[in-house]
């Protein structure tokens, strides 16, 4: 007799499926989560496509352990998996794993409980297990561990085995209310909601671009989508770029629906993960905010994805499976018949050139709600006004800060760099002090007494003795970060209530959360911040917004760095005077001609978009071409550049350009030697079978690593 095969895909960088032989009785439909043998070890994996592998003879088929009663993945849930490690060229397990983790298979504790299964115990242990569970009424599996004394390993296989299996409970999660506390949007904005409001009760595919200067009311408008979405019982899901400051958003959709969202995000604790899984699993979920893995979520029925601040570097994950959040939810929607909307202030050249080609629909909004007005921005040119030496904030600058504080107002500090100093050097020899493992600098971090790689996270100890010429005490910090500029603001304001809001500092969204509610409340005077405080907050009482260091995101040769630059300068600036008190915006710079900074000051963001395109069309750069890097990496350097070489001489094919190897930004990172090639290509040719192709071909030592980068972010 032939056995019944199923194709499981497994959460490990494999990438297809394995055939697995389906015992006698045991039923099972693609979706399913199952567990099977992967070598010693049981593994969860998902019952696949149509069975892979043939070859494996059925007498060495293992079978499967079980059918785990967890709701399957959708069937869109699959196919964008597929259709993301095929895009990206990642492994299609490993792109499962982003979706499947063992510990979220456990029934959640406040939603199931365990009851008996049908299989005999052939253990004492787990004898005593059933004995407990009779006692209890349908305990979870701490509970019930914790009664029969045994680990809550020996539940979990007691339930892979058949012994146990969840029980449903009632689930009485609160239902969200589209109509509890809609806003009376302004004639503007309610042409826009109009807009969005069909393109959503159409439930087919659509990506609309959300266009609207900071404060519009783009977060109100998306939420009457959202609203939209409820009301046709399809489930909405919000990402944003930077989940530590969820908190404030969440209070906000709260209010508008009656009821909090659901979150996704890595600081969520284990049991209320798992909870929340099962509710956006189960469809009880209906509103989900979170980070960009809450792509890989098994909604059941997702009608509108909402990409807020769409043009953050931060949406595009650089490592494991490499991609773009923002350009995957576009796919996610597509796969789901759903509507997708890309908010900002300040769009990617990418979105605007979908936009302008009609590829994606436009809405824009010009004026801030309620007669707020656009703050005023303006250059201050350190050439000719140079701060004290030692210090960075120049005369004009102070002079603000002290006239805004007189006044009453709030104030914030934008430097977007962590720690106090970013080069230490040594005043006798010049010598500096980099990371032994990666090609950067050590950052001087004086709240943690340390030297701080920022790459790979080495710490050390200022040295005493300067290894290169011995001298004495002779390190000095060279350049600021937000602490050293707090130290400045401090001498310079001693009664002022200062913070400092930068991610090593603010490292759990609680702290956050406490911060910005102090912000709000105006319990600070000065906010001395990196990127962190760029994002969407919302503080009324904030007038003057001080840039330390305007230039600093324009150096480095990367053809992006103008519109980087641009779009999170323009995001700070936008927190300035956002309630009825109007905003000024000071921007330190020594360049204040560059076309950034007159883009800025002028807000004619437009124009200079227009120019970014003039620049990279006749090369075909994104977003007119595609683009892939390829980083070859190697614990010896040799090894890393015969690789390099080796796929430099094999070339791919004629339409296609490859530049390089060279050395990749950071030549050397966590100890590892890396080299980049990047392949350049008009737009109507896929990539990845080039990439393929050229990999098999070209004779690549195996000591060497290949990471494949498509769409890379900085070029
Ligand atoms: P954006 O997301 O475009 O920066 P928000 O949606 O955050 O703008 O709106 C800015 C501020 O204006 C928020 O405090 C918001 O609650 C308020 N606001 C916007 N539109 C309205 C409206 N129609 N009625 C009341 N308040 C509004
Ligand atoms: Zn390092």
């Known amino acids: 007799m032939t056995a019944t095969r199923v194709a499981v895909l497994l959460p490990y960088p494999f990438d297809r499926a394995f055939d697995y032989a389906l015992p006698d009785g045991m039923n099972v439909a693609p979706g399913q989560i199952v567990t099977v043998p992967l070598g010693k070890r049981m593994v969860p994996g998902v019952v696949w496509d149509a069975p892979a592998d043939s070859s494996v003879p059925d007498h060495r088929l293992k079978p499967v352990a079980a059918v785990l009663e967890t709701p399957a993945f959708p069937d869109t849930l699959r196919q964008f998996i597929d259709w993301v490690a095929n895009y990206t060229m990642a492994p299609r397990g490993e792109v499962l794993a982003l979706g499947l983790k063992a510990n979220l298979l456990d029934p959640p504790p406040d939603r199931y409980g365990w009851v ?16 407990a569970l009779a006692a209890l009424d349908r305990p979870d599996t701490a509970a019930l561990a914790a009664a029969a004394a045994v680990s809550p390993g020996i539940i979990r296989a007691m339930a892979d085995a058949g012994l146990l299996r969840p029980a449903r409970r009632d689930q009485g999660a609160a239902k969200l209310d589209p109509d509890a506390a809609p806003p009376i949007l302004s004639p503007d904005q309610t042409g826009a909601a109009d807009a969005l409001r069909t393109s959503i009760a159409a439930a087919t595919f659509s990506v609309t671009l959300l266009e609207g200067v900071t404060g519009s009311g783009k977060t109100e408008i998306y939420c009457e989508a959202i609203a939209q979405c409820l009301r046709q019982n399809r489930q909405a899901l919000v990402l944003l770029p930077e989940i530590a400051l969820s908190a404030q958003f969440t209070a906000r959709l709260a209010a508008r629906f009656g009821a909090a969202p659901t979150l996704w995000h890595s600081a969520l604790s284990p049991t209320a993960r798992r909870a929340n899984w099962h509710a956006i699993a189960t469809g009880t979920a209906q509103l989900v905010l979170g980070a960009r893995s809450a792509l890989f979520l098994p909604f059941t029925d997702l009608g509108a994805i909402i990409v807020d601040e769409e043009h953050e570097a931060a949406y595009k994950q650089e490592d494991g499976v490499i991609y773009h959040a923002r350009d995957m939810a576009v796919v996610r929607a597509r796969l789901s018949g759903a509507g997708c909307i890309l908010a900002s202030a300040t769009p990617s050249l990418e979105s605007s050139i979908n936009a302008e080609a009609g590829r994606y629909r436009h809405i824009t909004l010009t004026a801030r709600h309620g007669g707020a007005a656009m703050p005023r921005i303006e250059t201050l040119d350190l050439r000719a006004t140079p701060p004290e030496r030692g210090k960075f904030l120049a005369p004009p600058l102070i002079e603000a800060l002290a006239a805004n504080l007189a006044g009453g107002g709030q104030s914030m500090l934008f430097l977007n760099r962590r720690g106090y100093a970013p080069l230490t050097l040594c005043r006798a020899c010049g010598h500096r002090l980099n990371c032994p493992n990666c090609t950067a600098w050590l950052v001087e971090h004086r709240a943690h007494t340390s030297l701080l ?42 009664a002022a209530r200062r913070i400092v809001m930068a991610s090593d500092v603010m490292t759990t969204p609680d702290q956050a959360a406490a911060a910005i509610r102090a912000i709000v409340a105006h319990e600070i005077d000065i906010i001395i911040g990196t990127q962190m405080i760029a994002k969407a907050w919302h503080f009324p009482d904030l007038t003057l917004v001080g840039v330390v260091d305007a230039d600093l995101g324009l150096g480095g040769g990367d ?18 005077g956002r309630a009825a008190l109007p905003g000024r915006v000071l921007l330190q710079s020594y360049t204040p001609d560059h076309p950034v900074m007159r883009a800025l000051c002028s807000g004619d963001l437009a124009s200079f978009r227009t120019a970014e395109a003039a620049l990279r069309e006749p090369g075909h750069w994104p977003p007119f071409g595609r683009l892939a890097a390829l980083i070859v990496s190697a614990d010896l350097h040799d090894v890393a550049d015969q690789a390099a070489n080796a796929l430099a001489r094999t070339a791919p094919r004629s339409d296609v350009i ?11 990172l966590r100890g590892r030697h890396r080299r980049r090639l990047l392949l350049r290509a008009p737009r109507g040719i896929a990539l990845q079978p080039v990439i393929r192709d050229w990999l098999v071909r070209a004779d690549v030592p195996g000591a060497a690593r290949i990471d494949i980068d498509i769409d890379p972010i900085s070029f």
Not at 458 to 474: F, G, K, W
Not at 561 to 574: C, D, F, I, N, Y
Request: aromatic letters at 4%; glycine letters at 8%; a neutral charge.
């Open 559 to 576: 053809l992006r760095a103008g519109e980087r630059s641009a779009q999170l300068l323009h995001q700070v600036a936008g927190r300035a």
């Open 658 to 668: 490859v530049l390089g190897p060279a050395p990749a930004p950071f030549a050397m």
């Open 453 to 494: 790689c920022h790459h790979c996270g080495h710490t050390e100890r200022q040295p005493t003795l300067c290894p290169s010429c011995s001298a004495e005490h002779s390190f000095v910090p060279i350049g600021p970060g937000v602490e050293r500029i707090a130290e400045e603001v401090a001498d310079l304001f001693p």
């Open 116 to 131: 008996a299964g049908a299989a005999t115990p052939t253990t004492k242990r787990r004898e005593a297990v059933l004995a």
